[in-house]
């Protein structure tokens, strides 16, 4: 039990707290895009970490702090106007409140929706409340930073050797694709010091159940990564970098050879951190399944197929922490 030196505030008191670490990993793969090695260099961090860091991108500095300077317009407006922007359902501004199963953390958000034609037939993909400026710019690096995972999932195939170039990237380049945006804002939170020496969870630790994911933040620190040991390291931010997370369901296509990351990100007493994620998901109706290219002769399915509508929505039933995969997971006996 943690003796508190002073009484925690209320807006604290039900956001969950961890022992802090001074691991700073130093370890993590680090990819040029143009490097000839970069193919092998993806696939074995894939493997080993579910977790790189991409440089030589391309995408200007310029462009991306634009975007992060206008989101933090948003998230410098008063409550009562952000509110207007939610509540989430599922996209939209949330506030603490993250999925709709009790968990909560110190952050605030918005969800985007990137699929065209379900923001086009469905008024509730679309947020109000929001400047036009925000809305293009966000289009803008969605488009962009879909091109660099379609271009990330090509070489991942290429070098695997599993089939047509596209096998992978089509996914998420498919115009039916349910991939989704977010932006993140964790905001200063002098208050830690009542925690005595305890980090306060900004974001709660979890896999993301898509394919692939992609982080950009601000220079303020808090993302934390899971080593296959169980130990918990913190990542270094880098704005000019993104980091690619692999998520649930490449895990399956390949069969447990890459590693859905755990993550999490705590929060800072004094600095306030932006971050950007793209989710990039296949269509609703595709079929999750390992792919008969990657297994070896008498090599068994780890996995139950499923479609991506059915683990999304198993998904959404679940606490951010709980081993989601564990439902589609075959049995030894099967």
Known sequence: MVVLSQPVPENIAHIKTCKPTSNLFTGIPVVNLSDPDAKNLIVEACKEFGFFKVVNHGVSMEFLS?????????????????DKSGPP???????????????????????????????????????PGISETLRCLVNEYVCTVRDMVGDVLEMIADEMGIGEKDVLSRLVRDEKSDSCFRLNHYPPCPELQALSGRNLIGFGEHTDPQIISVVRSNTTSGLQICLRDGTWVAVTPDPTSFFFLVGDSLQVMTNGRFRSVKHRVLADSLKSRVSMIYFGGPPLSEKIAPLSSVMEEGEESLYKEFTWCEYKKSAYKTRLGDNRLSYFEKSVTQ
Request: aromatic share 12%; proline share 4%.
């Open 66 to 82: 634009k975007l992060e300077g206008e989101a933090i317009k948003f998230f410098k407006l008063s409550q009562q106007e952000k």
């Open 89 to 127: 359902n599922p996209f939209g501004y949330g506030n603490k409140k993250i999925g709709a199963n009790g968990d909560v953390g110190w952050v605030e958000y918005l969800l985007f929706c990137t699929n065209p034609e379900l923001i086009s037939h469905n008024a509730s993909a679309i947020i």
